[in-house]
Nanobody, 123 residues
């Protein structure tokens, strides 16, 4: 089992920044990829970014490329998401997730999920 706990959400004005953190515990060594997803009211959960824990390769959704940066610290079992130049359309609940495979942007592929943290961007 793997437990994931997100932190760092909040309210920010458009153009501002937030840093989300995901703390993992349990059998984290079995998880190859850590990802961030988000879900806005009335919308499906969508991929934001992912990082392969072994080689550090990163992947981003087009909507956040150039504004968000995902990073991992394997020693601390944390994965962070630095979000800059935030827009009102970034408002959503952000979820941390873990999967055994090398990479996936499909939420149905992920094995473990955190409870989420709310990010609200005001215009």
């Amino acid at each position: 089992q793997v437990q994931l706990v997100e932190s760092g959400g909040g309210l920010v004005q458009a153009g501002g920044s937030l840093r989300l953190s995901c703390a993992a515990s349990g059998r984290t060594i079995s998880m190859d990829t850590m990802g961030w997803f988000r879900q806005a009211p009335g919308k499906e959960r969508e991929f934001v970014a992912a990082v392969n824990r072994r080689i550090g390769a990163t992947f981003y959704a087009d909507a956040v490329k150039g504004r968000f940066t995902i990073s991992r610290d394997n020693a601390k079992n944390t994965v962070d998401l630095q979000m800059n130049s935030l827009k009102p359309e970034d408002t959503a609940i952000y979820y941390c997730a873990a999967v055994r495979v090398a990479y996936s942007n499909n939420p149905n592929a992920y094995d473990y999920w955190g409870l989420g943290t709310q990010v609200t961007v005001s215009s």
